[in-house]
């Protein structure tokens, strides 16, 4: 079974018959209106996003390949309540994020050659590492995204300069991280992994993810002939430190994941999720 088939097939009885603690939104976004620099016209920050862009569809796809295949050794139902609604959700920001791709490429923003390469790399991870592996890479890719979706919703002074249709796409992206941010991890130590392997992968995979972001941006500014030291050096200076969105709080949080004892749910963004979602009219 393919994983797009998977995602369309119906969750099992006992999940069925419970509720998960969020919901899945089928959300549908309209990039037609969306200017080329939609992040407060910037360059730099536009093409950052973009490319995260190129690389969430595929993973959020693999993430979903790894729980169906380990689900089986989950016992507790409201768990399997929650991973029900976790493929959901993540089936439908992959939905949206290739709408929005196919949309940038139309542009001449070429994120279709960069979602490429990186599906490339991500079959090739599914296909030389055991499915527990993957989902010890998931868990560090669940909680850097969180994390930084967190910080997104946090500082006003950034969330703020995303404009139009994309804006929605991301912080409703941000609110939805938060709300299943524990499902993963949840689902991994249930189905028998382990702390070592978790910060393993949490090293390896954090540092190709930070590669793959940096140079897939450096590819973009590069093409539209924008890519500068003086434009690094403006960017570093917007993006980390207490105006940007890498300070130190989120520094600490993404270093907490070393921890032996570490949750997910130690960090409180339940306030934050209620805000967004009322900003944004999501169903609770």
Not at 159 to 184: D, Q, T
Not at 217 to 240: H, M, P, Y
Request: charge should be neutral; hydrophobic fraction near 45%; glycine fraction near 4%.
């Amino acid at each position: 079974m393919s994983t797009l088939e998977a995602i369309k097939s119906k969750p099992s009885s006992i999940a069925h018959r419970l509720k998960a603690s969020f919901p899945v939104r089928r959300l549908s976004f309209d990039f037609t209106s969306s200017t080329r620099y939609w992040f407060d016209n910037d360059a730099y920050f536009t093409h950052l996003m973009n490319a995260m862009s190129a690389i969430f569809p595929q993973g959020e796809l693999m993430l979903i390949e790894a729980l169906r295949n380990i689900r089986h050794k989950i016992d507790d139902p409201a768990l399997q309540a929650e991973i029900s609604a976790f493929i959901g959700q993540e089936a439908m920001h992959a939905k949206e994020h290739l709408a929005f791709n196919r949309y940038a490429d139309e542009q001449q923003i070429n994120i279709n050659e960069l979602q490429n390469e990186v599906k490339a790399l991500y079959a090739l991870m599914q296909k030389i590492l055991p499915t527990m592996h993957i989902m010890s890479i998931g868990c560090a890719i669940e909680h850097i995204t969180a994390t930084l979706g967190a910080e997104l919703l946090r500082n006003d002074q950034w969330n703020h300069r995303l404009v139009g249709p994309v804006a929605e796409l991301w912080l409703w992206h941000a609110v939805e991280e938060n709300e299943h941010k524990a499902v993963f991890f949840d689902a991994y130590v249930a189905s028998g992994g382990g702390y070592l392997s978790r910060i393993f992968y949490m090293t390896f995979a954090g540092s190709i993810l930070l590669f793959l972001i940096a140079n897939n941006t450096r590819r973009l500014l590069k093409a539209d002939q924008v890519l500068s030291l003086n434009g690094i050096a403006k960017f570093f200076k917007k993006g980390v430190g207490n105006q940007g969105l890498l300070t130190l709080h989120t520094v600490k949080d993404f270093l907490d994941y070393y921890r032996p004892d570490f949750h997910p749910f130690d960090h409180d963004t339940k306030r934050l999720e209620n805000l967004w979602q009322k900003r944004l009219d999501l169903k609770i």
